[in-house]
């Protein structure tokens, strides 16, 4: 999911998304220590949403307390 896409979403379900992402993120990892994981390339592609989502509610949040 691109920025521009994830900018398009309510604080809520950006919430929401990225528990799911942190929940696969350790279902990821859980994987890994029993040595099945399938497509390693995930966990990169996870961790770069996850943070793609933080960024843009941290921007939120400063621009609500500016107002």
Do not use: C, H, W
């Not at 949403?49 to 939120?60: D, G, S, Y």
Request: charge should be positive; glycine fraction near 2%; hydrophobic fraction near 30%.
């Amino acid at each position: 999911m691109k920025a521009e896409e994830i900018r398009q979403l309510s604080t809520e379900e950006l919430i929401q998304k990225e528990k799911v992402l942190k929940k696969d993120l350790f279902d990821l990892k859980y994987q890994r220590k029993l040595g099945r994981v399938e497509r390693p390339s995930r966990f990169k592609s996870i961790k770069r949403e996850i943070a793609r989502i933080l960024t843009i509610l941290n921007e939120r949040e400063k621009d609500g307390n500016k107002s």
